[in-house]
């Protein structure tokens, strides 16, 4: 009959900025959760080897492991603010506020900027 596809294919698939959004803030979400058990996990390792030579150890490598922070620490703070200004921004939407393309895509160019201008002022 028809010369298509049966199903969508990734070659007719029209990525949206609303889905592309919707998948970066469950990213940023489980990267959190990440971060945060992971900063959970090595308190309680400092905190029980407090009085042995591991702290002392650590704070050796710290001089190796540095940039593995300040990485991880940006990491952070890009998922915590692009999660938390998307989350308003999808209680906006709820409400019945600012849903028009025009808006979705000036929304994602200010919030790309207004993250990387908080991270950069955090940083300095």
Do not use: E
Not at 4 to 10: A, V
Not at 37 to 63: A, C, E, G, Q, T
Not at 99 to 116: A, G, H, P, R, W
């Amino acid at each position: 009959m028809y010369n298509r596809p049966l199903s969508p294919h990734i070659t007719i698939y029209n990525i949206q900025a609303s889905s592309l959004t919707s998948i970066w803030h469950r990213i940023s979400g489980l990267l959190l959760a990440f971060l945060i058990v992971f900063l959970f996990i090595i308190i309680k390792i400092v905190v029980h080897f407090y009085d042995n030579n591991f702290v002392l150890y650590l704070l050796s490598l710290y001089i190796y492991i540095r940039y593995f922070y300040i990485i991880a620490f940006l990491l952070f703070l890009f998922s915590f603010f692009y999660h938390a200004i998307n989350g308003l921004k999808q209680i906006l939407w709820d409400i019945g506020f600012f849903i028009n393309k025009k808006f979705i895509y000036s929304f994602i160019i200010n919030i790309s900027f207004v993250i990387c201008f908080i991270i950069l002022v955090l940083l300095f």
